[in-house]
């Protein structure tokens, strides 16, 4: 299913909180896991006009700034979250395959351990906070908006996951 087609359920309990950010916290290990090993021509092979692993996992650097940015709207007590960029323009001019998929890795978990720690460190007012998302257009407490985060990395995680069984079977 494509991001833009998908609904949330919104309203997670705040208690989730620790759990969802232990879930972004592993994010990183679990791309490094998943694309260790592979051959770098299928690392930085498109699938018809689909992105790449290696843009997959770009992408999903390129919208660090993103997470941080929204962390400080709700810090800052904003009714509207940051919004998007819905043409991905910085993932598509990036170049992700042109750079070494370990140094994406590395640049990735130290961005996404960033926001893990600005999460973290967010005080029980904030927390409880509530902004709208501007493209679903619903209001989204912290909780709901880490959990959206970490839906978005496994929907790039599983599609990689779907790029190297099917480079499996077209390479085996």
Not at 53 to 60: C, D, F, P, R
Not at 124 to 143: D, F, G, W, Y
């Amino acid at each position: 299913m494509l991001w833009f087609e998908r609904e949330f359920a919104l309203g997670l309990p705040g208690w989730m909180l620790p759990n969802v950010i232990e879930r972004l916290r592993g994010t990183p290990e679990r791309a490094e896991n998943l694309l260790g090993g592979v051959p770098l021509e299928q690392l930085t092979r498109r699938d018809n006009e689909r992105w790449s692993m290696q843009e997959q996992l770009g992408h999903l650097l390129d919208l660090g700034w993103l997470d941080l940015a929204r962390v400080e709207d709700y810090a800052a007590g904003r009714s509207l979250l940051t919004a998007a960029d819905l043409g991905n323009r910085k993932t598509h001019e990036a170049n992700h395959n042109a750079r070494g998929c370990e140094e994406l890795l590395a640049e990735f978990r130290a961005e996404r351990g960033r926001f893990v720690q600005l999460l973290e460190e967010l005080d029980a007012e904030t927390v409880e906070r509530s902004a709208i998302h501007p493209r679903l257009n619903k209001q989204m407490r912290v909780v709901d908006f880490a959990f959206f985060v970490a839906e978005h990395d496994d929907h790039h995680l599983a599609a990689i996951r779907r790029l190297i069984r099917k480079f499996e079977r077209k390479d085996g």
